[in-house]
């Protein structure tokens, strides 16, 4: 059962607070969930204890040699000298711990926003303490992609990262983010796409045994915009990427998809992918697609929700996860979910 949340339920009005005070109001939202458990709905597949525990992460780029803007995490802190200079009549950008004027209420918004559907107290902990992350606002098409790059020279660092990207209207982007955090790795994204504004999100997950991180994206779309996310995910002793996306605006769409390769044989491996599409305007379309090839024993996780809201007619709203599994021990848990109150929509 859900937590009912003692918090004022957020929608995006465009009157937020100040930057400590979200700091203060998530501080208080993980004090109340407390840290999950695997009696938790949301975690009944999934042992949160597993994200706690040593490990190290291979740090692979595996867009190194194409033409890109490079934003460099060397450690869980932004590297400036190897990062590249982007294009300031294109898009702004700052740090979390020198935020622009833009971003300091923006910050913690649509994390806020995902606890009214489902408690996420890994994300609320994440927006009380992160201290390192990259604050984007995309103004126009970028000539070429942004890659979020994730390095380590150490396997002792406390890598809690936050990130907020807003692309104005009628702007686009591509979005890339290669490497991996090392173990207990927390990371947030919020994405806030304009009228007619476009984003195309691609993750690889390095191929690493020892993983053990948490990964959210929270996005919200206003009308006509475009969101298209893939993750790619091999090895990991515990991974769950989760994602909360709200269609706000009319003839929005969002597509959110995800490949797996897990082979327990040398280590534990469990892959997580949960996703809660709201969609609350008209002619929305959503498509949620995973995939996953997995043996020896490995574990395969699909949590998928979509909630039409009334009113939000002609919804067109498709889940399809699949799972190969090579050997007997191998498992694949599945739980699509749809819930309607609209009378004129196509889901399935």
């Known amino acids: 059962m859900a937590i009912a ?76 000298q190897a990062s590249d200079a982007l294009p300031a009549d294109l898009v702004d950008v700052s740090r979390l711990d020198a935020p622009a004027d833009w971003a300091l209420a923006a910050y913690g918004t649509l994390e806020m926003m995902a606890q009214n559907t489902v408690p996420r107290p890994m994300a609320a902990m994440n927006t009380a303490e992160a201290q390192s992350g990259v604050l984007l606002r995309v103004k126009a098409k970028l000539d070429r992609p942004i890659c979020l790059l994730y390095r380590s020279n150490s396997q002792d660092y406390p890598a809690i990262l936050h990130h907020f990207i807003q692309v104005e209207d009628g702007a686009e982007m591509t979005l890339l983010e290669s490497g991996t955090l090392p173990a207990g790795g927390n990371s947030v994204m919020e994405i806030k796409l304009g009228l007619g504004a476009a984003l195309h999100h691609l993750r690889a997950q390095s191929p690493s045994h020892q993983r053990r991180t948490i990964n959210h994206i929270f996005a919200h779309l206003a009308g006509q915009a475009r969101f298209k996310s893939f993750t790619l995910t091999a090895q990991g002793a515990l991974t769950r990427n989760e994602a909360a996306i709200w269609l706000a605006g009319d003839d929005a769409a969002a597509h959110i998809a995800g490949a797996a390769l897990g082979n327990a044989r040398r280590a534990p491996c469990h892959q997580d992918d949960t996703v809660f599409i709201t969609h609350d305007g008209l002619r929305g379309e959503s498509r949620q697609v995973f995939k996953k090839v997995l043996a020896n024993g490995a574990t395969g996780v699909f949590q998928g929700k979509i909630l039409v809201k009334p009113g939000a007619q002609k919804t067109d709203g498709y889940q399809i996860s699949q799972a190969l599994l090579l050997d007997e021990a191998a498992q694949f848990l599945a739980k699509p979910e749809l819930e309607i109150y609209a009378d004129d929509v196509k889901c399935s």
């Open 5 to 80: 949340p003692f918090w004022p339920r957020m929608v995006w009005t465009g009157i937020m607070m100040p930057f400590d005070a979200h700091r203060t109001l998530a501080a208080a939202r993980f004090s109340h969930m407390g840290q999950p458990k695997k009696s938790d709905e949301y975690w009944r597949y999934t042992d949160p204890a597993g994200l706690s525990g040593a490990g190290g992460a291979e740090s692979i780029d595996v867009f190194a040699g194409q033409d890109l803007y490079r934003l460099v995490f060397t450690d869980g802190q932004f590297d400036a």
